[in-house]
């Protein structure tokens, strides 16, 4: 039987979980895959925490050269997180022609390039399954089961940690620090939020699963991203009254005036199935020319749903040696004739704090018409004269023309404020 050896570099919640289905499964995988997968050596500097997931002292590496000298080591699983030392690991693991399976969606949105460059030199696999949207398999899908299609759009709730706080924002009316709280007690969220809570995590996401689904190289940068941070309850109550749920979304479209790529709020209508997806869970939405829609929902953290993906591609490394990179000119510039859109295209969701008189909607929706917004609902919550929130729910329109109606809308006397402005998808 084909024997697999793999290191595991970092024992932190998914080495763990990685090193368990391993473990664990050894017999099954014998049986089911044919092969002898097994845990040749570990990086990591809290011995302690090696033993107590049952691993020998003596399988304990002291360096990444002992760990890519080993000759019984064949896939590398990088499960540190961050930029270094994981990428002098994982190039030092290339380098020698180990196969590398990793989770690091910093790493590989910002390096896949040269990590790329390095695997074909030395012919080794690069795998990456679990770098985004932890268990649910929207790599393979991409690359192995959608080939026959031209990706019209890709569109995903890809981080557990927003989700879990919009949906108790929404579920319980909390404020948006009472979730976030919460969502650290429960470990979903990191000490420093920044990375989640401000968009950077699904950017990194994004722009891979974009690459991958538009043949193009699209780099963070070519992403616009917000984060959620200045979301109110209020918002998602308004939104609830009229049938939206707000999300932290990744949207990329291949439109006919280019790629749009962009990590925002949005709002999505009832009936769209992002909207049931609640929690820490984890949905991606794809729209195929063949296929239609597909949607993936499932684990996107954790220590076994992200072991699981880390575990299929140590396999698939194991089964096949044609390894295949990226289709596209995978260089940090990419393409250069690829165009992308910004003056995105969408649906808004308006809200104005407004002096309640007559004729202030008339004049408000004035400016919309005189800018070619054209407006789907209006709202206006008004229980007392005085100052009111008046809530406007645009058709499809470009960000520019909401943009320069918004200015003139200030400017009228009778407005006192515009508190938000979030897309819609509907
Ligand atoms: N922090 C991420 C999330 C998981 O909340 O989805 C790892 O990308």
């Not at 570099?9 to 289905?21: A, Q, W």
């Not at 007690?185 to 974009?210: H, Q």
């Not at 925002?264 to 909207?275: E, G, Q």
């Not at 645009?394 to 200015?407: M, Q």
Request: glycine share 8%.
């Amino acid at each position: 039987m084909k024997k697999l050896g793999v290191a595991i570099l970092g024992l932190g919640v998914v080495g763990g979980g990685t090193y368990k289905i391993l473990n664990d499964n050894r017999e099954y995988f014998k049986k089911t895959q044919g092969l002898d997968v097994t845990v040749e050596t570990v990086l990591e500097k809290n011995i302690d925490r090696a033993v107590s997931l049952g691993i020998d002292k003596s399988q304990v590496a002291s360096s990444i050269e002992e760990v890519v000298s080993n000759p019984n080591v064949d896939v590398v699983v990088e499960v540190i997180g961050g930029i270094e030392p994981a990428k002098t690991f994982v190039t030092k693991a290339l380098k020698s022609g180990k196969t590398v399976v990793t989770s690091n969606k910093e790493l590989f949105a910002k390096y896949w390039p040269e990590l790329e460059v390095e695997a074909k030199k030395n012919k080794a696999g690069l795998f990456f399954e679990a770098s985004c949207v932890g268990g649910v398999p929207i790599i393979r899908t991409l690359t192995e089961g959608m080939q026959g299609n031209k990706i019209l759009s890709i569109k995903g709730i890809i981080n557990g940690t927003t989700n879990y706080i919009l949906t108790k924002m929404a579920h319980e009316g909390w404020s948006y620090e009472e979730a976030l709280k919460e969502a650290q007690r429960l470990g979903y969220a990191e000490f420093n939020p920044t990375a989640d809570v401000e968009g950077f995590d699904a950017t990194y996401k994004l722009s891979i699963l974009s690459s991958l689904a538009f043949n193009t190289k699209i780099s963070i940068d070519n992403v616009h991203r917000e984060g959620i941070t200045s979301l109110t309850k209020e918002d998602i109550q308004y939104g609830k009254e009229l049938g939206y749920t707000l999300k932290l979304l990744g949207i990329g479209k291949n439109t006919e005036n280019g790629i749009e790529v962009r990590v925002h709020p949005t709002f999505v209508s009832n009936d769209n199935p992002l909207a049931s997806v609640n929690d820490s869970f984890n949905a991606v939405h794809l729209v195929g020319d063949a296929v239609g829609e597909i949607m993936l929902y499932g684990r996107g953290a954790g220590a076994l749903p992200t072991g699981s993906a880390i575990v299929s591609d140590v396999i698939f490394a194991g089964k096949h040696t044609d390894y295949y990179y990226a289709s596209f000119d995978n260089s940090a510039k990419g393409n250069k004739l690829t165009k992308f859109v910004s003056d995105f295209t969408s649906q808004y969701f308006i809200r104005l704090s407004v002096k309640d008189s007559a004729g202030v909607l008339s004049k408000i929706s004035g400016l919309f018409a005189k800018n070619n917004v054209s407006i789907k609902e209006v709202k206006q919550v008004s229980e007392k004269e005085g100052k009111v929130p008046v809530v406007i729910i645009t058709h499809l329109c470009p960000e520019s023309a909401v943009k320069k109606a918004i200015e003139k809308i200030k400017s009228l006397d009778a407005v006192f404020s515009c508190d938000s402005v979030i897309r819609l998808e509907d």
